[in-house]
């Protein structure tokens, strides 16, 4: 008999509850480090909306910007005829 005056089954019955224990916390490492990582990939993921988000907004902020401009229409056809001249610079010097 132990000092405490159990017998040798509950002292056998204390040592499992304590092996079970620990085994429990062992099993849920991994689950913490599941949950970690998966916790740390959505924040990222979030953080790549907003900022994809926030690159529209201002894009859009700014194609406002431009078409409020006096001369947008002159300003739309002098950029198609400079986006044509390197075009045709691109063709006759990549050859």
Do not use: C
């Not at 000092?3 to 490492?29: W, Y």
């Not at 970690?36 to 994809?52: C, D, P, S």
């Amino acid at each position: 008999m132990s000092q405490d005056g159990d017998g040798p089954e509950d002292s056998l019955k204390r040592k499992s509850v304590k092996n079970s224990k620990e085994i429990i916390i062992i099993d849920d490492a991994p689950k913490a480090v599941v949950v970690m990582v998966f916790a740390v990939w959505i924040f990222f993921g979030g953080y790549a909306v907003y900022k994809t988000i926030k690159k529209h907004q201002i894009e859009k902020q700014a194609q406002q910007y431009e078409q409020s401009l006096p001369n947008y229409q002159e300003y739309k056809e002098t950029a198609l005829q400079i986006q044509n001249y390197r075009d045709s610079l691109l063709k006759v010097n990549g050859k």
